[in-house]
Nanobody
Framework: QVHLVESGGGLVQAGGSLRLSCIAS????????MDWIRQAPGNQRELVAS??????????NYADSVKGRFTISRDNAKNMVYLQMNNLKPEDTAVYYC???????????????WGQGTQVTVSS
């Protein structure tokens, strides 16, 4: 079992910055990839950024909409993952969720744990 708690959301003006944090607890040694996913009202969920485990080189991927503005990082010693968001735009307004993947069973089926989400609001 993995428990995720996000923090760092808030209200910011366009062009500003925020840093989201997510702390994991429980069976943290089982966590592989970690992601940030956002959902705005009336929109589908969007995978914003992901980072693989250290054993997979900690490589990162970003949605085209945030490339060059957002940076995902993780600190395995602290069981933390971060999302640094710069040059924020009103269209970045959404609830941001932290997600962790684990592999379960002999078939290594992927299972996801989610945090409760943190609201980011960018005013124009």
């Amino acid at each position: 079992q993995v428990h995720l708690v996000e923090s760092g959301g808030g209200l910011v003006q366009a062009g500003g910055s925020l840093r989201l944090s997510c702390i994991a607890s429980g069976s943290t040694s089982s966590i592989n990839d970690m992601d940030w996913i956002r959902q705005a009202p009336g929109n589908q969920r969007e995978l914003v950024a992901s980072i693989t485990s250290i054993t997979s080189s900690g490589s990162t991927n970003y949605a085209d909409s945030v490339k060059g503005r957002f940076t995902i990082s993780r600190d395995n010693a602290k069981n933390m993952v971060y999302l640094q968001m710069n040059n924020l735009k009103p269209e970045d307004t959404a609830v941001y969720y932290c997600r962790a993947s684990v592999e379960i069973g002999s078939l290594r089926s992927k299972f996801y744990y989610w945090g409760q989400g943190t609201q980011v609001t960018v005013s124009s």
